[in-house]
């Protein structure tokens, strides 16, 4: 299996690299970052929807880097989650029991939205720190700039 990370910011970026069998899984962080809802959002059709990223670093990596919390220039709500309300609605009366893997910016959020509409969510990491790759690679030893 054959997983890809790094630059995909478009459905057809992502289609292509699928179908090509360049990948069997492809990760979508900056781009959800941007979009926390683009997977709902791809699933239903609504690709016109999507924020798009665009990839420019400044406010997700070059913030990161100055050891300073994430944001985007596309999404202002980015590292302000918890001032606006959860995307995902509560569609019945069931509390469901959740399970994220990955306590990256992509899982948390999504924890949080799910955690927000009553169901019981676990977040598991097999790093010893939540925050994914972002909050892995701050500042390199010896590197003026990441």
Same mark, same amino acid.
């Not at 478009?10 to 179908?19: G, N, V």
């Not at 990839?55 to 980015?78: E, H, M, P």
């Not at 990256?104 to 939205?113: D, K, T, V």
């Given at each position: 299996?054959? =997983?890809? %990370? $790094?630059?995909?910011?478009?459905?057809?970026?992502?289609?292509? *690299?699928?179908?090509?069998?360049?990948? +069997?899984? !492809?990760?979508?962080?900056? &781009? =959800?970052?941007? %979009? @926390?809802?683009?997977?709902?959002?791809?699933?239903?059709?609504?690709? +016109?929807?999507?924020? @798009? /990223?665009?990839?420019?670093?400044?406010?997700?990596?070059?913030?990161?880097? =100055?050891?300073?919390?994430? $944001? /985007?220039?596309?999404? #202002? $709500?980015?590292?302000?989650?918890?001032?606006?309300?959860?995307?995902?609605?509560?569609? $019945? +009366? !069931?509390?469901?029991?959740?399970?994220? !893997?990955? *306590?990256?910016?992509?899982? #948390?959020? #999504? &924890?949080?939205?799910?955690?927000?509409?009553?169901?019981?969510? =676990? !977040?598991?990491?097999?790093?010893?720190? @939540?925050?994914?790759?972002?909050?892995?690679?701050?500042? @390199?030893?010896?590197?003026?700039?990441?």
């Amino acid at each position: 299996m054959v =997983q890809v %990370e $790094s630059g995909f910011r478009s459905p057809e970026h992502i289609e292509t *690299a699928l179908t090509d069998g360049k990948a +069997d899984l !492809v990760n979508l962080v900056r &781009a =959800q970052i941007a %979009e @926390p809802d683009y997977v709902r959002k791809l699933k239903s059709g609504a690709l +016109d929807k999507i924020r @798009p /990223c665009l990839g420019c670093n400044q406010k997700c990596i070059g913030r990161r880097a =100055q050891d300073k919390w994430i $944001s /985007c220039v596309v999404n #202002l $709500s980015t590292g302000r989650e918890w001032t606006r309300a959860p995307s995902i609605k509560r569609t $019945s +009366d !069931v509390r469901k029991k959740i399970i994220i !893997v990955g *306590a990256g910016p992509a899982g #948390l959020s #999504l &924890a949080a939205q799910l955690g927000h509409t009553g169901n019981e969510v =676990q !977040v598991f990491e097999r790093a010893c720190h @939540p925050g994914g790759l972002p909050a892995l690679y701050g500042k @390199p030893v010896g590197k003026a700039r990441w």
